[in-house]
């Protein structure tokens, strides 16, 4: 079982507040990501880190950013939300070594009224 | 142009039934996971598979490897209703280690 966390869970909110998607992950792994998907769609990816540091942006462009101070942790920040925001936002994390296995926390759907 | 295309896209059976998704790429893979995701939660690891030709089996979830690591599938048989769910296959190419490629997934309903 991933030990992989995702706080809210569920965020309803109004355009132009700031908000912080919290994500942290206790295996220890420094390769942290940050995917954005609609309700049974694809999922793109919007963020990464290599580790401490280390923030890169993904495959689709994103007005969050990112901040990785501490290997456990990986919160995504939006400075101000807007209904285009809405949709589900998954973190996930993976080993560097083996079979290089990613596992996902339980989401945090957002809603931008 | 999608680096894995996934097919099909949707699929809808009866109990019973035996079904195949199919994960395809031009590009070779060193590793290749399958995923199940249910709404508003997060996809969870059903396998990985990262030898060529590999078969790995999860009860009545079978899982194949192609031989040049380039394509992998997953049959169910004998579905049951707590199979639906959306079923994602993502790969880690040779020549990137840092990020998956997802596929745009398979939405699979299981009709009693």
């Known amino acids: 079982e991933a030990d992989i966390y995702q706080t809210p869970r569920y965020l309803v909110i109004g355009t132009g507040k700031k908000i912080t998607l919290e994500c942290s992950q206790t295996?220890?792994?420094?390769?942290m990501y940050w995917y954005q998907q609609d309700p049974g769609m694809e999922l793109h990816l919007i963020h990464y880190?290599?580790?401490?540091?280390?923030?890169e942006k993904g495959d689709l462009s994103s007005e969050s950013t990112v901040s990785r101070i501490r290997t456990e942790h990986f919160p995504l920040t939006l400075e101000s939300a807007r209904p285009s925001h809405t949709s589900q936002y998954l973190c996930?994390?993976?080993?560097?070594?083996?079979?290089?296995?990613?596992?996902f926390g339980p989401g945090t759907r957002l809603t931008v009224t | 142009t999608q680096l894995l295309e996934q097919s099909p896209q949707f699929l809808s059976i009866q109990e019973g039934e035996n079904l195949t998704v199919y994960c395809n790429s031009s590009?070779?893979?060193?590793?290749l996971q399958w995923y199940r995701q249910e709404p508003g939660e997060g996809p969870v690891l059903l396998v990985t598979?990262?030898?060529?030709?590999e078969v790995k089996k999860l009860k009545r979830l079978t899982f194949q490897f192609g031989d040049a690591r380039k394509d992998s599938s997953l049959h169910i048989t004998a579905a049951q209703p707590g199979d639906t769910g959306l079923y994602l296959c993502?790969?880690?190419?040779?020549?990137?280690?840092?990020?998956?490629?997802f596929g745009s997934g398979t939405k699979l309903n299981v009709k009693p």
């Open positions: 590009s070779v893979f060193s590793s």
């Open positions: 996930a994390s993976r080993e560097d070594r083996g079979n290089y296995e990613q596992y």
């Open positions: 993502a790969g880690l190419p040779i020549y990137n280690f840092n990020k998956f490629y």
């Open positions: 880190s290599y580790g401490v540091n280390s923030t």
């Open positions: 295996m220890g792994h420094d390769k």
């Open positions: 598979v990262v030898t060529g030709g």
